[in-house]
């Protein structure tokens, strides 16, 4: 009974949806979709979402480690309570964190005043949208490279260092390694989150096109204008790209699943 | 611990490690990580939240009552998120038992496409998430003709937003409670059924007890996104001022109002979600300690058997 429950449940919320979306892109020809998917304004919103994400997911997989690292190693005053701050983003609405960072870095906000006469813009610029994405994706890199960090055995550190590893060899030939796994899931997390992301995104936006303006955006334009097969043109665009996110992950935990078995 | 003879206390080897400090850093490094660490987190996360604070009471507490209380549209966004948000975590509490017992408690071909299916909810964009009940049931969408001849209203109204808010977060307490009764396993549950217990005194003395608090957390998450959640209901509830706008939604509206007093107002707004979103964090690290405690007496037991 749970299962047909679960079954029916998931037909309803998931599959049916999924299917109307894949049904009204394939009602267009090729040419049609190209026409509603490539053309010059699409492919400039697709380069502000991706190339927004990837540096957003790069700074946050740099961040996130370092993070996980001083939480994991080290002792500070308040350590609990930081710890806990790195959750925040997620449980934050979005919308929350965009209105907030477009009145920070305003040209008189706390931080807006101190970096606009050194140049800095960071709102209602490319800058701005990265920074609100790194934001929303801190909590990944953290939360999965912190487990990986803990579990590991202090001796691999000790043979290395009785071995003539200097710290740094140490951590980047000996742990880094170890970590590539988790590293990579939670850049693939914090990626795959940053691609969809409206909310936040939507304050801190100019919406110029080529510059600041998002694919989300496009699909919300295309709907007000009741273009749907062209708003669903681009949405396939975007699953696309957050399934494939999708499969390197499950791929991932698999391979890390089967390496932990392996070590037990 | 495969690498530590059996003779030798594992207390030693371990104070012995941190007193050698092979583990340990130099101080110049410690220190520069540490504090580069808490700039991170302090421009990053405790700089917004009191700025949100800052502007919300800027004028002043009884200026900040006014904004949530003197403003019929504002309020009708609370009441519309206190309604909506009930029925999605209801659902995906009853869908999230149900989903793991399957899962858990069962064999059967397709498990893992079925966890899958689970988690597809957080891959795809709210935005998308959206369209794609746009499509099933807006004027010119799959069930839109049927639903106007029979004048039921979903799209622009409060039943697309539960359900949109329901897909966005489908997969909350279900994740939650799976590694939970995996951990757990079925032994009390068949000891309780050869007692006699029908199955749903089986259900609600022995299953629930057993995982309420991890019940508990992925309520508690599943909660706090439903409350926060812009993109998908942001297609789909047409944005009526004062009829269909939910608390976020109110956010960007009176951001967008352009007067200094929307400006403060929407602030005002915004502060309740980020006081929900604290008392969010609060109640999980509390709850983490006791998921992680029944996890370890689980796996205790199982070892001792």
Known sequence: MSLGFTLVYLCLLVVIPLIALFTKASSLTLQQFIAAA?????????????????????????????LAWVLVRYDFPFKRLFDSLVDLPFALPTAVAGLVYSSLYAHNGWMGQFLLPLGIKLAYSQSAIILVLTFIGLPFVVRTVQPVLESLDADVEEAAACLGASRWQTFTRVLLPSLYPALITGFALTFARAIGEYGSVVFVSSNVPGKTQIAPFLIIQRLEEFKYAEATAVAIVLLIASFAMLIVINALERRTQAANSAAN | MHSIPKHMPTSTVVSASRGRSAQEDPWWVRWTLISLSVLVLSVLVILPIANVFYHAFSNGVAAYWNNLTGDRETLHAIQLTLFVVPIAVCANVIFGVAAAWAITRFRFPGRTILTTMIDLPFAISPVVAGLMFVLLFGAKGYFGPWLQQHNIQILNAWPAIALVTTFVTLPFVARELIPVMEAIGSEEEIAAISLGANGWQMFWRVTIPNIKWGLLYGVILCNARAMGEFGAVYVVCGRVIGKTETMPIR????????????????FAVASLLTMLSLVTLFIKIALEHKTQADLKEAAQTHQTE
């Open chain 1, 38 to 66: 490539w053309t010059e304004r699409v492919r400039a919103a697709y380069f502000v979402t991706f190339s927004s994400s990837l540096i957003a997911a790069i700074a946050d997989t740099i961040l996130g480690l370092m």
């Open chain 2, 251 to 266: 956010v960007n509206t009176l951001f967008e109002g352009g007067t200094s007093e929307t400006y403060s107002s929407s």
